[in-house]
């Protein structure tokens, strides 16, 4: 790779700035680590900025440097961390390289407009970074639990070995005890009873409600949209006591279907609102072309209109799935110990004997959640190819 020249003289104070920036925050987090967070900011702060310094005006080639830094980070993180250091090591040598050749080059202002000023162009990539640590934030509370799930010890934290990666660290047997024992499975019956029942009523009536209310000459649309989409609206804990009095009065309390009503009337509101956003580029002469043809209406709906608002509707009803089969609060209230929901028992498990084996269900949770919001996606672009809004 060729010699690194310089963009202009000023050049050394931003890029060093900057990646003294990044380095402080690194030298926090390992520092805290240490047990020494303010002392870590400012060790990482200057180190950074010195490695910058002689990555960018001594070695001349990105490619050498990169694999310098690497290597020396990794030895670093040997001392400190062992195993899980090294790996540490390796991710913040690559970045700080990177940053360091990506900043000097000035490489960043490669995929911005040029006429954007120095202060535009740092809001450009500041906003990122801010999006970026907003998504960290909340992705590391669920990346945390899917390791402990495989501790083999009792615990809710991680243990010296798995921290130095010792195979005896882990163990399944949390996963074992959640697919052995009885009160675990019980649990997974009654969800996988109440949460598709109660996802069929909410496509069912939410897709006809959303259909009712697309038509422009519907008296009060918006007061019962507002009304039907309330219990996305109200705190739950509101919602679960209402029913609960409610129910209480008719004899659905403690009952199977109660309870199947009671998360079909939550689900509703997300079918509304998908369905709703499917009909807005609804095409409706289609549906007057069908009644010309001689077509009934129920005809029509099902061979015009549900396979263009298919996606909505499926959408719609995954939401409602999950806001069952994720459901505690409402189940609580309406339920009884026969109708004990996964989300129950966790709750439970965490109350009364502090099981481990949550962890091992929440992974298996979250999975299923990735699997769900994978589909939603691809029917979300299926819908904007059907309505002619994306080209692929």
């Known amino acids: ?34 047990g020494s967070g303010p002392l870590g900011i400012v060790i990482g702060a200057i180190a950074m900025a010195a490695v910058a310094f002689v990555l960018t005006t ?8 990169r694999l310098g830094l690497m290597l020396l ?34 490489r960043y202002r490669a995929k911005v407009p040029p006429y954007l000023t120095g202060g535009q162009v740092l809001w450009h990539y500041t906003f990122r970074v801010i999006c970026g640590a907003i998504f960290i934030f ?23 070995e798995m921290l130095r990666f010792d195979p005896a660290g882990y163990s399944l047997k949390h996963y074992r005890d959640f697919f052995s024992n009885q009160d675990w499975q019980n649990a997974v019956r009654n969800s996988i009873r109440i949460a598709p029942a109660a996802t069929l009523l909410s496509v069912g009536f939410g897709t006809l409600a959303a259909i009712g209310l697309s038509q422009p000459h519907m008296p009060f649309r918006r007061v019962i949209m507002a009304i039907l989409i309330s219990p996305m609206i109200v705190p ?35 079918v509304i609102i998908t369905v709703t956003a499917t009909l807005v580029g ?16 129920v005809r029509t709906f099902f061979k015009v209109q549900m396979p263009l608002i298919l996606p909505g509707v499926i959408s719609g009803g995954l939401f409602a799935f999950i806001t069952s089969f994720d459901e ?7 339920g009884s110990a026969g109708q004990k929901t996964l989300p129950w028992q966790m709750f439970t498990g965490l109350r009364e004997q502090i099981s481990p084996t949550i962890l091992a269900v929440a992974t298996l949770l979250v999975g299923i959640s990735i699997c769900l919001l994978t589909t939603l996606e691809f029917l979300r672009r299926r819908s904007e190819r059907l309505r002619g809004m994306s080209p692929s």
């Open 328 to 334: 505690v609060v409402v189940v609580l209230f309406v």
């Open 236 to 270: 739950l804990i509101i919602s679960a006591a209402g029913m609960y009095f409610f129910y209480s009065r008719i004899g659905l309390q403690g009952t199977y279907l109660g309870v199947v009503l009671a998360h079909a009337a939550l689900g509703i509101p997300f």
């Open 1 to 34: 790779m060729a010699a690194l020249t310089p963009i202009s003289r000023t050049k050394p104070v931003f890029y060093l700035s900057v990646v003294a920036a990044f380095g402080a925050l690194a030298g926090l987090f390992v520092g805290t680590a240490q």
């Open 282 to 297: 609804f095409d409706n002469s289609l549906t007057r072309a069908a009644a010309n043809m001689g077509a009934s209406p």
């Open 73 to 106: 980070m990794a030895i670093a993180g040997w001392m400190f961390g062992g195993i899980p250091g090294i790996v540490v090591g390796l991710a913040f040598g690559w970045f700080f390289a990177w940053l360091s050749y990506w900043l000097y080059e000035g």
């Open 138 to 160: 909340l992705i590391t509370p669920i990346l945390v639990v899917m390791p402990l799930s495989f501790n083999a010890e009792n615990f809710f934290t991680f243990t010296p």
């Open 58 to 65: 001594v070695i001349s080639n990105e490619r050498v440097g």
